[in-house]
């Protein structure tokens, strides 16, 4: 067992509340009288999520974003955040943080609430953390709820944000949707609010297509398939549409799309790109053109 899967078997002893869905969900989702609190907390560390060269008005921007990507997994309405802040020694990182976080709170009105800040010693890596908060009215969709049968969807193409950061990395001053797709990433809030009450399954994808199929395929303990891997124009200008570039882009993560199971018989009420489906058993199966490909080494990010 790695020393992640020991530490989350620890975890899991201490949250046996239902709302913590045995910590394998992407929010916790707490029962009110008239509605359901949604809770979700992601951090990012500099080199791990972002690059030290990334613009601090990006990384405060993305924080929110990831953030809120999970409360749109959860169909959940913002309702506030609170905020971990590691004081960096720069004071224009700081205000350059702050207004890039401002700007994406304000977009989708999630007000900050509090939080912490602590200073860190010289030279230590830059690590931002935030909590959000939101509001769900009616049945909020697990990972682990999809049928036998249900078609496999995402909201949109994936992989911009692999192509992105491959950019930004060679050069930080590269700009252009792909960067923006991997620097700036947008919550799919309305999305998610709309899929909620007709998905039997919904997360976000963070960290690549084929992990996070695969994540909904373990927790509802189905076989999963995907047969599509949707690519943007802007990814095929720039990388062509080879097999390759397909498994990259379903295995780069920071997409930030919904990914959700559906009947067959249904038809989603948003824009959605068919990937695959569920069926009995377990494990996951790529097709590409038809063909059942190997497996690649690495399906996505495990924590970094
Ligand atoms: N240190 C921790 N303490 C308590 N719960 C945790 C901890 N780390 C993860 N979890 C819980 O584990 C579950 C899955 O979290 P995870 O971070 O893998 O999901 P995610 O946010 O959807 O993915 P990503 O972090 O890639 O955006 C959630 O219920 C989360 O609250
Ligand atoms: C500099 C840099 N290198 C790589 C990536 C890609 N990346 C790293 S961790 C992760 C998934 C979420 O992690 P976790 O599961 O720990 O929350 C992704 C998509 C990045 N964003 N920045
Ligand atoms: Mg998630
Ligand atoms: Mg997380
Ligand atoms: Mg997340």
């Not at 009616?138 to 036998?148: K, L």
Request: proline letters at 8%; hydrophobic letters at 45%; a negative charge.
């Amino acid at each position: 067992m790695s020393a992640e899967a020991r530490f989350l078997t620890l975890l899991r002893l201490l949250a046996d509340d239902p709302a913590a869905r045995g910590l394998m969900d992407d929010a916790a989702v707490l029962d009110l009288p008239a509605s359901q609190l949604v809770l979700t907390s992601d951090t990012m560390v500099e080199g791990v999520h972002y690059l030290p060269t990334d613009p601090p008005d990006a990384v405060g921007w993305k924080l929110a974003a990831v953030n809120l990507s999970d409360l749109a997994a959860k169909g959940a309405r913002p309702i506030g955040c609170l905020l971990n802040y590691a004081l960096s020694g720069d004071d224009d990182w700081d205000s350059g943080f702050l207004e890039g976080l401002g700007e994406a709170l304000n977009r989708h009105a999630m007000p900050l609430l509090g939080g912490d800040t602590v200073k860190m010693p010289t030279g230590a890596p830059r690590s931002v953390s935030l909590t959000a908060i939101g509001e769900a009215a009616g049945a909020v969709p697990a990972r682990g709820g999809a049928q036998a049968g249900d078609r496999l969807y995402v909201t949109g193409p994936v992989g911009d944000a692999g192509v992105g950061l491959d950019l930004a990395r060679a050069d930080p001053a590269a700009s252009g949707p792909l960067v923006d797709a991997y620097r700036r990433p947008r919550p799919r809030l309305a999305e998610g609010a709309l899929l909620a009450p007709h998905v039997s399954a919904m997360m976000d994808i963070s960290d690549g297509l084929l992990i996070d199929a695969a994540r909904m395929g373990a927790a509802s303990g189905l076989a999963v398939v995907i047969d599509h891997i949707p690519l943007s124009p802007a990814v095929e200008r720039t990388r062509g549409g080879s097999s390759a570039v397909m498994i990259a882009a379903a295995s780069a993560g920071d997409d930030y799309q919904l990914l959700f199971a559906m009947p067959a018989a249904m038809r989603p009420p948003v824009a959605a790109i068919p990937v695959g489906h569920l069926r009995a058993g377990g494990g996951l199966t790529l097709m590409i053109d038809g063909a059942v490909m190997p497996l690649p080494a690495r399906l996505g990010w495990e924590h970094g």
